[in-house]
Antibody
Framework: EVQLVESGGGLIQPGGSLRLSCVAS????????MSWVRQAPGKGLEWVSV???????YYADSVRGRFSISRDNSKNTVFFQMNSLRAEDTAVYFC??????????????WGQGTLVTVSS | EIVMTQSPATLSVSPGERATLSCRAS??????LAWYQQKPGQAPRLLIY???TRATGIPPRFSGSGSGTEFTLTISSLQSEDFAVYYC??????????FGQGTKLEIK
């Protein structure tokens, strides 16, 4: 059974850092493309980052230069390092799996999300 | 960046009736279009991919159509569990992968 479990969210002051984790089971993250998608309170979905099976990474303009996606193949885990956090980064962060080997794939499995609140 | 626009923002429909949700892309996305359902406090769930293919376990009352820039999600006979927010997403030209702003389907 495919499962994604996020952790690492919490309350952090503006300018601070957090690292989110997404532990995968039932498949191998290094053979998939994995994205982080966020949802601000009461708002819609916003894609923020992806790491492809080959290791290439991309970011939304809103987080580029501040956030970094990576993975640990031995732990079958994807990480999301968030630095220089701003109030507008407050959101539930979901990790999601691309359903195919190509980047042109829908997201077929999602974690339950972890809440990041940036506030003083 | 491809902008996805959904309409209407809110749709009020009675149980047992048909619901039709629309999604428009600012440029062609071929058939690289997905629909997701999200209930309060839950993660999104993939309903439709490739514009018209139901994901695993999705009942046949959900159907998707369209290609290019105009897409439709139809729910043929609404059940109580179908009232939720629905998002379309394009994955034809990325990054970024882009979502519509959502349509809230509420009970009339």
């Amino acid at each position: 059974e495919v499962q994604l479990v996020e952790s690492g969210g919490g309350l952090i002051q503006p300018g601070g850092s957090l690292r989110l984790s997404c532990v995968a089971s039932g498949f191998t993250v290094s053979r998939s493309h994995m994205s982080w998608v966020r949802q601000a309170p009461g708002k819609g979905l916003e894609w923020v980052s992806v790491i492809y099976s080959g290791g290439i990474t991309y970011y939304a303009d809103s987080v580029r230069g501040r956030f970094s996606i990576s993975r640990d193949n031995s732990k079958n885990t994807v990480f999301f390092q968030m630095n220089s956090l701003r109030a507008e980064d407050t959101a539930v962060y979901f990790c999601a799996r691309g359903q195919g080997v190509s980047g042109s794939s829908a997201f077929d499995y999602w974690g339950q999300g972890t809440l990041v609140t940036v506030s003083s | 960046e491809i902008v996805m626009t959904q309409s209407p923002a809110t749709l009020s429909v009675s149980p047992g009736e048909r619901a039709t949700l629309s999604c428009r892309a600012s440029q062609s996305v071929s058939n690289n279009l997905a629909w997701y359902q999200q209930k309060p406090g839950q993660a999104p769930r993939l309903l439709i991919y490739g514009a018209s293919t139901r994901a695993t376990g999705i009942p046949p009352r959900f159907s998707g159509s369209g290609s290019g820039t105009e897409f439709t999600l139809t729910i043929s006979s609404l059940q109580s569990e179908d009232f939720a927010v629905y998002y379309c997403q394009q994955y034809n030209k990325w990054p970024p992968y882009t979502f519509g702003q959502g349509t809230k389907l509420e009970i009339k």
